[in-house]
């Protein structure tokens, strides 16, 4: 009898444990793929072309700058929020032709958001899971005037710059009508696995009687190669 009772107690535990096994596979959360835009690989570089145009409203003129931009995650480190983010390292050409770092970015993903601090300010560059149309706040964790961002064109291939993408998505800033004062615009464009590969901003004051820029810049970064 205490046989029966010793082997209808292990039966009874053996089903206990067969069906916290298949609760616990039921609840394991799958894998969000749209992570993939926001890659954080360290050794990732990319190489941009740059072009970027100023007005200057003190001495009325307008400036044009082009130059070759190098982007690699160099490795990890615990910011001051205690999580793990990449440092980025961003290069320039010196008169040499040799690549010499003249910013250090960081960035942090978890799985609500990617965040990038650039000039020791904090954006938020996507929220997943990435949707067509959802729309939040880039400024979020930084004092400037919040910034509303969008999701669009989710999963489109793209060829862009010689380059072919199989899956993309755009995010777009604040895109609302000029007027007679100023105009803000800015987008960025995002591949799986590789990152942003199209950055643009225009910042633009008016003239408000003759609609001339007066002021302000438009910054376009366009990658022309990648290594993993």
Known sequence: MKNLILSGLGFTLLLFISSCKKDDETFVSPIDITLLY??????????????????????NTRDTVSYPLKETIAGTFIDNQGRLAQRIERFKLDIGGNWIIYKVWSSHRNAQRAEKVEDNIRFVKLVFSITNGITWNGNAYNTLTPRTYEHASVGIPD??????????????????????????????????????????????????????????FIYTEKLTSYTP
Do not use: H, Q
């Open 159 to 216: 060829t862009f710059n010689g380059l072919t993408f199989s899956e993309t998505v755009l995010v777009k800033e604040d895109d609302e009508p000029a007027n007679l004062l100023n105009d803000y615009y800015a987008e960025e464009k995002y591949a799986k696995n590789i990152g942003c590969y199209f950055r643009y901003i225009s910042d633009l004051e008016f003239n408000f009687i003759s609609g001339d820029t007066v002021s302000g």
């Open 38 to 59: 926001f890659p954080i690989d360290s050794g990732l570089t990319r190489y941009y072309n740059v072009d970027s145009v100023y007005w200057d409203s003190f001495t």
